[in-house]
């Protein structure tokens, strides 16, 4: 079992930035990838970033540039910084842990909201 907690979400003018943690526990040894994904009313679930085992990145086009996904090891926690926020970020934002075995855990989401 994995337990996701995530934080930073939040309302933001744009062109602002905010910082999203994800902090895994339980059986964290067993991750393959972490990420985050968005969802916006009205619109299905995409992929916003992701991280790798090894440390290799993924980026939706649409955040290439502005977003940045990290990871602390030894917190056992993902970040997503953003930057450059566009009204068209806005959704809820969930942190996404999948394991070896391509299970996904997820977080309960953050809302982010960028005025424009």
């Known amino acids: 079992q994995v337990q996701l907690v995530e934080s930073g979400g939040g309302l933001v003018q744009a062109g602002g930035s905010l910082r999203l943690s994800c902090a895994a526990s339980?059986?964290?040894?067993?991750?393959?990838?972490m990420g985050w994904y968005r969802q916006a009313p009205g619109k299905q679930r995409e992929l916003v970033a992701s991280?790798?085992?090894?440390?290799?990145?993924n980026y939706a086009d649409s955040v290439k540039g502005r977003f940045t996904i990290s990871r602390d090891n030894a917190k056992n926690t993902v970040y997503l910084q953003m930057n450059s926020l566009k009204p068209e970020d806005t959704a809820v934002y969930s942190c996404?842990?999948?394991?070896?075995?391509?299970?996904?855990?997820w977080g309960q989401g953050t809302q982010v909201t960028v005025s424009s």
């Open positions: 996404n842990f999948r394991t070896l075995r391509w299970y996904d855990y």
């Open positions: 339980g059986s964290t040894f067993s991750m393959n990838a």
């Open positions: 991280i790798s085992r090894g440390g290799s990145t």
